[in-house]
């Protein structure tokens, strides 16, 4: 009987080894590989892959999305702030008109994969990303090619609400101020995403563009509360209007012109 039960536990040793090392062992993504919808759920969830979601955000919730991607907008944010491309869809160099935009939103340290409704925008952006070079860049296909088990699906099923854009021009920095993001149904913040523009078309949130001031790590801090928090913007209005309330002091680190100017940028999104 003893010799019996040793054989079973040996037995299911080896058998736990073995799921052991096939669940640890994770595909090496080689430049050359065909990543497509098809095969993508292979890679889904890894740390050394970048996963954007190129569509504007209201093909995101009215269409659907592949769950873990992040949404960077080709239209709504890329077009005209990062590239020039006059209804070009043939990449060439000079249409290129900030690339720190790029090196900010896409980690070169990581694979990025891309996906739109098609493969025309992923195209494009692969080959920006190609030209300052990234080396591994895969397009997806289009969102509607893929059927694996993490899409999530929008129009008819449920919906995540509308979304909502401003920008405000400060004449006296003459920094332009932008927000973009998501509402849920019951009006409070869903997504936000704030940018600030110099005079030369650079994002303030590119790396290492002060030496005051992470404007990017300050602003993703704000956001990330902001979300967390749920608020309408009529609370996140008032609340910037109190100096003794959390969100001041979260932008503390900024003078008060450059909260005067959150302010203009946030005031025609409250509800009148």
Known sequence: MKKILLIIVLIQTIFMVGCTKENTDILEIKID???????????????????????NFESRYLDGFIYSFEIIPFFDYLDNRAFIRNDNYEFEPDQLINENEFLRLFDKNKSIFLYADGCIRSAYVKDILNYLGYEKVFVLGGFFEYEGEYKVLGDGFYSFGDSFSNSYFDLETELTFYIYGTYNMDRKI???????????????????????????????????????????????????????????????????????????????????
């Open 33 to 55: 590989d065909l990543i497509t919808m098809e095969n993508l759920d292979e890679y889904m969830f890894r740390d050394d892959v970048q996963f954007v979601d190129l569509r």
């Open 190 to 272: 869903n997504d936000i995403r704030f940018d600030i523009i110099d005079k030369e078309n650079i994002s303030l949130r590119s790396p290492n563009y002060s030496n005051l001031f992470d404007y990017n790590l300050l602003l993703k801090d704000f956001e990330d509360f902001i979300i967390f928090d749920r608020v309408t913007f009529k609370e996140l209005n008032s609340s910037l209007d109190n100096t003794e309330n959390i969100y001041y002091e979260l932008l503390q680190n900024f003078d008060d012109e450059f909260i005067y100017n959150l302010n203009k940028l946030l005031k025609p999104l409250v509800p009148k």
